[in-house]
């Protein structure tokens, strides 16, 4: 019997996964999981972690001695980054016209968004130096006395979990930073240590250093370093295709954990989520799938003569799945990479340069989101933001999503910058913590499928 394609593997695997973190919550194997299942999914986003990053530091020198010519190179680096900033700002658009219309935060019990309003109220009052956004005053309503009485008790008897915090916590020193700080941040001044810690503008600003640098020498003096620069980089890519024989256990064992962690001891967790995540998740899941299905191979379709739109979605379906499963851009940047050169016959020159910065820049997936959960939060809370306010949320979360850290979850700390640039309370992200893990999942699909998308776009522009 002839063994299904890598892809319909993958596809299988998840499923399998879902279907035992149901039976593992139904028969209480949470521990076993986590134990003795959820480490290999762990050991999956390891090991392509371990190669997405000397990958991208050789792919990218790779890719510009290759163009051989500084010009070019300017021209494609514009090029990709002006494409990168237009889908983005095209993400933001679309989930805030799907938040504004679905409204996700006004249509659950009345009651509930009493409460809330309660709390936002009450956070004001513990915030004078904010500016408040409407002229509702609950809090001194007589008719909410006792509503406002239950909902001081309950703040204070519910302090904010360990999870949120430590996200608060590294937003206050991104914001105590001086306005260039994000600036100084590219500069490495010890590459190891940028190469350790995954700081990838860093490692991509040395790799166009050095690869610049590499160009202007006399090929007689270059020749050694750009031959051992190629030889490093044809080893990595083999090492993601042994790595990709494997990929269907790894990503059961990963759906597996994710799934089990989230549900917890509760066994109704996964099917009885609250009114207000449901709708919110759906607004979210429609925005990206109109970006991944809709967007991205309309663009295909206007732009790329020499792909048709089926064989584009075809050809970045395993990216789509690993990227799905490891929730990280940078994780899934080496099957990227493959499934757009092999796949979508984009040249490796082009590949190597735009993909890695694509995983570092572009978060197509994680600004949508963002400008969904911001705007659906501030209607659970009865606080009607304006056509201002909302382009305050465009700007900052295309801004934030520029260098954000490519790894699971990163999107809740650009979250509280960009709830703090419209005068909201930005703990408010714990509300969607419950869903956040299956999300990002989402998102992260739509980061890739973006980054495959300019690739092909920056490929046709320079054969033309």
Known sequence: MKKPALHWQVIIALILGLIYSFLAVQNGWNEFTLSYIDPFGRIFIN????????????????????LKDVRKLGRIGVRTLLIYLATTVTAVS??????????PGSGIDPETRIEKRMEYELWLSQNPSVKRLDSLHFLTD???????????????MDPINTSVQDKLEKARANKQKGPLQPLVDVFPENIFGALADMQMLQIIFFSVFFGIVLILLPASESKPMIDLVNSANVVFVRMVEIVMIA????????M??????????DPEKLRSMLDFLLRYSMVVILGLVIMAFVIYPSLVGLFAKKISIRDFLKGISRAQLTAFSTSSSVATLP????????????????TSFVLPIGATVNMDGTSLYQAVAVVAMAQLHMVDLTIAQQLIIVATATLASIGAAAVPSAGLVLMILVLESVGLNPAWIAIILPVDRILDMCRTTVNVTGDATVSVLISESETN
């Not at 090991?47 to 290759?66: D, H, Q, R, T, W």
């Not at 679309?94 to 409204?103: D, R, Y």
């Not at 990929?247 to 990963?254: G, T």
């Not at 099957?335 to 082009?350: F, G, I, P, R, Y």
């Open 47 to 66: 090991v392509l972690k371990l190669i997405a990053v000397p990958l991208v530091l050789f792919s990218i020198i790779s890719g510009i001695v290759n």
């Open 94 to 103: 679309v989930g805030l016209v799907l938040v504004n219309l679905i409204q």
């Open 142 to 156: 007589p008719q909410y006395a006792s509503e406002a009485t239950e909902a001081q008790e309950r703040l204070a």
């Open 247 to 254: 990929m269907p256990y790894f990503v059961f064992a990963l």
């Open 256 to 265: 597996a954990g994710t799934l089990v962690k989230v549900a917890g001891d």
């Open 335 to 350: 099957v990227t990479m493959d499934c757009v050169h092999d796949n979508l016959k984009v040249s490796k020159a082009t």
